[in-house]
């Protein structure tokens, strides 16, 4: 299965049908092609939502558009005999106008201030993100040695370890701890997947999976789905009153 490029931003975006969601979330699984790319389009989108263009770098914009017209404008139009080096020349300045106005574009993009507001998701997930501990009950510790190992490193912070402990343990608190694991380590998409799996089994950890949901799209600067998840959590649940100040903050 071959996915465009636009239907990999529109996934992003959570704007495809269920179905087509759940077939890209499992080809990502199953292609590190794949999966580069959407991570590849996760930072870019992100970087780009960081950084919108103000009036002063669209009126710069502008104006590198018109000078562009002014001296396409004095090309010549038709091919002639014997132009043939001139309409060589033509396609190179051209292209070299293309490559400025690009060049313009992305300096625009590029200088823009990053927003430093309470409101921005990124801080909010900074502020929220705070794992409580966990642990593991085992009767046999020689046979669940990886567990507890894993409970200890997660306690202490040590994600990367517990990805690599959790990866292939099916208990739901072991993936719960896994998908907490990716998601700090900003393997947003594999940790949406884990929660994803959590919620359509039903386990008991449904509301904490919307809430790290919700923060796992925080993380990535998408705020329409961050609401949507914070919304799904059960008003009976200890993650309620967290999620209703996030919520609180972003309609400021």
Do not use: C
């Not at 567990?147 to 912070?157: K, Q, S, V």
């Amino acid at each position: 299965m071959t996915v465009d490029d636009q239907k990999l931003l529109a996934y992003l975006d959570g704007q495809l049908p269920d179905t087509e969601m759940d077939a890209i979330a499992n080809l990502a699984e199953r292609d590190p092609e794949v999966m580069s790319r959407l991570a590849e389009y996760q930072d870019m989108t992100k970087y780009l939502r960081d950084r919108p263009v103000t009036e002063a770098a669209l009126q710069n914009l502008h104006r590198v558009h018109t000078d562009v017209l002014k001296v396409e404008s004095t090309l010549p139009r038709t091919p002639t005999v014997g132009t043939k080096g001139q309409m060589r020349n033509r396609r190179l300045v051209l292209v070299l106008l293309s490559l400025l106005a690009l060049g313009a574009i992305a300096l625009a993009i590029l200088y823009q201030p990053t927003p430093s507001d309470e409101s921005s998701p990124e801080i909010l997930y900074a502020a929220y993100f705070d794992p409580a501990e966990i642990s593991f009950a085992t009767r046999d510790r020689q046979t669940d040695e990886e567990l507890l190992d894993a409970a200890e490193m997660f306690n202490n912070g040590q994600y990367n370890q517990v990805i690599t402990l959790l990866e292939g343990r099916v208990e739901p608190k072991a993936r719960y701890a896994l998908g907490i694991s990716l998601l700090d380590q900003g393997r947003t998409i594999q940790a949406r997947q884990v929660f994803d799996e959590l919620r359509r089994d039903q386990t008991i950890y449904s509301d904490d999976v919307y809430w790290y949901t919700g923060l796992s799209h925080l993380r990535d600067g998408n705020t329409l789905q961050a609401i949507t998840a914070f919304q799904l959590i059960d008003r009976s649940s200890n993650k309620k009153r967290a999620a209703e100040s996030i919520l609180e903050k972003l309609s400021d």
